[in-house]
């Protein structure tokens, strides 16, 4: 399986700020994914990021609240723009596996927003 | 209704115990299904992955699939306090014929007592 790290592990901002979460695996995949989870809650996919265009986002979730970055084949970044205390939440990348069926997850990035 | 509902405990048993987590869905088009463990402030682990009715072990774990029920459980036999996590279950290949896309369910939170 593919080794996933994130960047931070946790943070705490100001609401009004933004903050990028970087994602980096060992390999290189072709399908990235942003996922949120809030407590009591199912992991809701944020976005599919793709090497080579634009993300995908899901329904309720938009490009100016959250710009995906994808350069390369081993790294994605996540932005949480203008926070609110709605956003406090863990945050996931995950990368396909078994030709896409399935997805290895990274460690999440906990963030509080005050 | 939602696409999977999962109960979310929490459960506790005694260590060694048999453990039944379940999942039941919706969607007749779901094609995989998983189950990750989540460690408390880590990402989700899979844990076994299958795509076919019937059973799939792997050591002290077992994963049943009834798809003429929509209804996929965990097994876990000869349970340890190692096995405390919150268990989800994933499902994909429901999305239009998208393989990535994965729905989870709430999780349930296991506890094993020594």
């Known amino acids: 399986s593919a080794v996933i790290s994130q960047k931070p592990s946790r943070d705490i901002c100001q609401r009004g700020t933004s903050l990028t979460i970087q994602c980096q695996v060992d390999?290189?995949?072709?399908?990235m994914f942003w996922y949120r989870q809030q407590p009591g809650q199912s992991l809701t996919l944020i976005a599919t990021?793709?090497?080579?265009?634009?993300?995908?986002?899901e329904s309720g979730f938009v490009i100016d609240k959250f710009p995906i970055s994808r350069p390369n084949l081993t790294f994605s970044t996540l932005t949480v723009s203008n926070m609110s205390p709605e956003d406090s939440s863990i945050y996931l990348c995950?990368?396909?596996?078994?030709?896409?069926?399935?997805?290895?997850f990274g460690p999440g990035t906990r963030l509080l927003v005050l | 209704q939602k696409e999977v509902e999962q109960d979310p405990g929490p459960l506790s048993v005694p260590e060694g115990a048999i453990v039944s987590l379940n999942c039941t869905y919706s969607?007749?088009?779901?094609?995989?299904f998983m189950w990750y463990r989540q460690y408390s402030r880590k990402g989700p682990e899979l844990l076994m992955y299958?795509?076919?009715?019937g059973n799939k072990e792997d050591g002290r774990f077992t994963a049943q699939v009834d798809k003429s029920s929509k209804y996929i459980s965990l097994f876990i036999r000869d349970s340890q306090p190692s096995d405390s996590a919150t268990y989800l279950c994933?499902?994909?290949?429901?999305?239009?014929?998208?393989?990535?896309?994965?729905?989870f369910g709430k999780g349930t939170l296991l506890t094993v007592n020594p």
């Open positions: 995950s990368v396909g596996a078994r030709g896409q069926e399935t997805q290895y």
């Open positions: 390999s290189q995949v072709t399908m």
């Open positions: 990021a793709n090497q080579g265009s634009e993300a995908t986002y």
């Open positions: 969607n007749s088009a779901f094609q995989y």
């Open positions: 299958t795509y076919s009715s």
């Open positions: 994933a499902m994909g290949g429901g999305s239009g014929g998208s393989n990535y896309k994965l729905t």
